[in-house]
């Protein structure tokens, strides 16, 4: 079964970063996309950006240009979501959640990891 | 960018009655391209509809999609204690970019 297994939760100061993993298991990696999407507390969800899990190529939502990086390690079949400079709107749970296959995208996300709680606070 | 609207906000209901959500897209969506989710409380969501109108795996077909251009709709038929959640619908867009609604809260009446 397919299963997308996170990182714990993180706690950090204002203006550093955070690394976040997501293994994924049963099915074969290299052949999806993985999309991070993140919400605030009490809020609605929030597209960050997508992966190639294969080739490595990426697109990140506009507003987090340069501050967000996703990568993919295929030999532990896991990807990972770095945000650098956060601040106090950067608190939220972080999901990874599965993309399109076979060179696509995709246009929804079929399965989500159990998320990772990133906290900001000084 | 394809702004999603969903309505009501909040939709208080018993179960076994009926339940009808909606999300209004600002530009027309191609159905394909539309999806709906179910978040419960401390849980990820999970897909329920893709397509506009498909049910994902292991979705009970009291869940139904429809719509087409800017108006779709998610329709519980008859609901069950453990359909009382928080309902998402997203679009998806080129470049790429995926959007979500702001949510419905359907609760217990």
């Known amino acids: 079964q397919v299963q997308l297994v996170q990182s714990g939760a993180e706690v950090k100061k204002p203006g550093a970063s955070v690394k976040v993993s997501c293994k994924a298991s049963g099915y074969t990696f290299t052949s999806y996309y993985m999309h991070w999407v993140r919400q605030a507390p009490g809020q609605g969800l929030e597209w960050m950006g997508i992966i190639n899990s294969s080739g490595g190529s990426t697109s990140y939502a506009q507003k987090l240009q340069g501050r967000v990086t996703m990568t993919r390690d295929t030999s532990t079949s896991t990807v990972y979501m770095e945000l650098s400079s956060l601040r106090s709107e950067d608190t939220a749970m972080y999901y990874c959640?599965?993309?399109?296959?076979?060179?696509?995208?995709?246009?929804?996300?079929?399965?989500w990891g159990q998320g990772s709680l990133v906290t900001v606070s000084s | 960018e394809i702004v999603l609207t969903q309505s009501p906000g909040t939709l208080s209901l018993s179960p076994g009655e009926r339940a009808t959500l909606s999300c209004r897209a600002s530009q027309s969506v191609s159905s394909s391209y539309l999806a709906w989710y179910q978040q419960k409380p401390g849980q990820a969501p999970r897909l329920l509809i893709c397509?506009?109108?498909s049910r994902a795996t292991g979705i009970p077909d009291r869940f139904s999609g429809s719509g087409s251009g800017t108006d779709f709709t998610l329709t519980i038929s008859r609901l069950e204690p453990e359909d009382f959640a928080v309902y998402y619908c997203q679009q998806y867009g080129s470049s790429p970019r995926y959007t979500f609604g702001q949510g419905t809260k359907l609760e217990i009446k």
């Open positions: 959640a599965r993309g399109g296959y076979d060179g696509n995208w995709g246009p929804y996300f079929d399965y």
């Open positions: 397509g506009a109108s």
